[in-house]
């Protein structure tokens, strides 16, 4: 199982819940950007962006093939997400049509060799809530990001997980709840998860 969203939505807590709940093993991403090319990208996006993807891409594609290892494991973002960053920079002007159609020719090369997850669970939220957790989480190199990046992002979140077919999704809108803190909450996203399992 894969639970994925926006910029702080808060898959990395519902792994956390999930794996306890579903007695999952859990996976959470590895952020491994030995060459600071995030940093990189933020200060001059059209030098960076493809380099970054490329470097995303080859990470999520080895975390996915550990995770896979595991019989029963839950994951925080996988591979099956990554080309929503992709075409946005590619829309913005970030990515060359070459470089995004290498970068492209290289993911689907990849994902022929995977096997979808199990269960998509896709957490919807509004855009401004979006950006609201993510000033309330206060990560720095988030806060210097510029607001317009972030709401571009949930559109293309929102236009991916719209054309889904993988495998198995459960999209579920957690703008108005708060299944870290609230137990009602909580208990409403397992019962979700658990009858889509």
């Known amino acids: 199982m894969v639970i994925d969203g926006m910029t702080g939505v808060g898959k990395s807590s519902l792994v956390k819940i999930a794996s306890g709940k579903f007695r999952l093993e859990p996976y959470e991403e590895i952020f491994l950007d030995e060459n600071k090319l995030l940093h990189k990208f933020f200060r001059d996006r059209e030098k960076w962006a493809f380099p970054m993807q490329i470097n995303f891409l080859t990470n999520?594609?080895?975390?996915?093939?550990?995770?896979?290892k595991i019989s029963k494991v839950v994951m925080d973002r996988s591979i099956y997400s990554d080309d929503i960053f992709a075409r946005m920079y590619l829309e913005l002007g970030y990515l060359?049509?070459?470089?995004?159609?290498?970068?492209h020719s290289l993911l689907q090369c990849l994902l022929e060799e995977l096997s979808p997850p199990s269960l998509m669970v896709f957490l919807k939220v509004e855009a401004e809530e979006a950006v609201r957790r993510i000033n309330a989480r206060g990560r720095a190199?988030?806060?210097e990001v510029e607001k317009s990046y972030w709401l571009q992002l949930h559109n293309f979140y929102n236009e991916?997980?719209?054309r889904y077919?993988?495998?198995k999704l459960l999209t579920l809108d957690v703008t108005d709840?708060?299944?870290?803190?609230?137990?009602?909450?909580r208990s409403y996203i397992l019962n979700e998860i658990e009858k889509a399992l």
């Not at 999520?60 to 093939?65: C, H, S």
């Not at 709840?177 to 909450?185: A, G, M, W």
């Open 141 to 143: 190199e988030e806060l």
């Open 60 to 68: 999520r594609f080895r975390q996915y093939k550990e995770a896979s």
């Open 165 to 167: 077919q993988e495998g």
């Open 177 to 185: 709840l708060d299944f870290v803190n609230n137990e009602r909450d």
């Open 160 to 162: 991916h997980y719209s």
């Open 96 to 103: 060359k049509t070459e470089e995004y159609n290498v970068y």
